[in-house]
């Protein structure tokens, strides 16, 4: 409940308020929503603590009060910003009114284009196929499913072996899978 110095306080300058709000939605080509904005936008300072609205009433700011200013604020951050918490929940569906939709017949359209997701694990599978069938040591095999599945620094390689040797490991692998890749090994 809203204590008697905020209900003075809002009744004193709700109508400065009205006119700020009919200015910005002005702007915003929304005229007739002014008075909806700006009851909003007391409804949701009226679930704030009293407690910190009683601070704001009382912290001067020139010649206003941090509340004018947080009230203000809120108004136009209500109008002009699309994922306001009015916007959100008032937001108009648009409509063409020269348009009768039931007479429509709006056929959905398969979508063609290529799902890259599937296409990247298709290939990355294809490649791990390779692998195993290059009939690799498991060390070859953790080495190189380290740095090219996992994209992990050799830096951070948890094992004894030096960086040159697992560098080296990588690299004959990989060249071994593109080989294979491009049909040059025979295995």
Request: net charge negative.
């Amino acid at each position: 409940m809203a204590s008697e110095a905020l209900n003075k306080y809002i009744e004193k300058r709700y109508d400065r308020w009205l006119d700020y709000a009919k200015y910005h939605c002005s702007l915003a080509g929304m005229s007739s929503e002014a008075i909806d904005v700006l009851n909003e936008v007391m409804c949701m300072l009226l679930q704030k603590p009293l407690e910190h609205l009683s601070r704001l009433m009382e912290a001067k700011q020139g010649k206003y009060t941090e509340l004018d200013w947080y009230i203000l604020q809120m108004i136009k951050l209500n109008v002009t910003s699309d994922t306001s918490p009015y916007r959100h929940k008032y937001k108009p569906i648009p409509v063409d009114e020269n348009v009768d939709w039931r007479r429509l017949n709006i056929i959905d359209e398969p979508d063609d284009s290529i799902d890259r997701t599937e296409y990247i694990r298709e290939r990355m599978q294809d490649i791990r196929d390779m692998v195993d069938l290059l009939g690799l040591s498991e060390k070859a095999k953790r080495i190189f499913a380290w740095k090219f599945f996992a994209g992990e620094s050799f830096a951070d390689w948890p094992g004894p072996e030096s960086r040159k040797e697992l560098y080296e490991t990588y690299k004959s692998v990989f060249n071994a899978v593109m080989d294979k890749k491009d049909g040059r090994l025979l295995l």
